[in-house]
């Protein structure tokens, strides 16, 4: 669920953090730079990890800061297909859940990825009929799913007004299999 990444970045230090030890005002503008971004087939940047290395210092002509060249790891979350993770579900409806890892909003199950036979209630909740048990599917309950997919879509040029908005990074789960699902299915 989290790594560490090896990176290399290459930057001008404002002026003003120059009087700044430089470990110390280079991790500011790194952390800037990549906390709670996503960085497409690495993940979800939580935090600076460490500083591998410093090079460079050079004030290029016509400009008032030095440019570095830095190698540092960053911690990112980057769940592997086949993970099990535990959320909480966020939002029902017709076409699946969406459920929140509590740091990380854009985890979807799709209504073809539960257990069958599987049904969207009026009232708004999702029931899985197993031999002759109706088992429920509430909002805010806490709920476990596999990793069928992490996706990275690319940016739309053009957003419709009523469209989703863009997520960077999006998991797919899935709740077809044993000890899957809502978490109170499977207490005793």
Known sequence: MFCLSLLEHTFRLPAELVALPLPQSIRG???KLFLD???PNLGLCISVYDIRSIEGGLIWPGEGSPTY???FRLVM???FMGEILVGNVKRLDKD???VSLGFFEDVHIPANLFPQPSRFMEDGTWEWDWDGNEQYIYHF???R???HTVEYPTIPIDQK???KPFAPMEIIGTIHDDGLGPVSWWED
Request: glycine content about 4%; aromatic content about 8%; proline content about 4%.
């Open 29 to 31: 503008e790194l952390e």
């Open 37 to 39: 971004k996503v960085i």
């Open 69 to 71: 060249k830095v190698t």
């Open 77 to 79: 979350f980057r769940p």
């Open 96 to 98: 699946g859940l969406q």
């Open 141 to 143: 309950e806490k709920i």
């Open 145 to 147: 799913f596999r990793v």
């Open 161 to 163: 007004a009523n469209a």
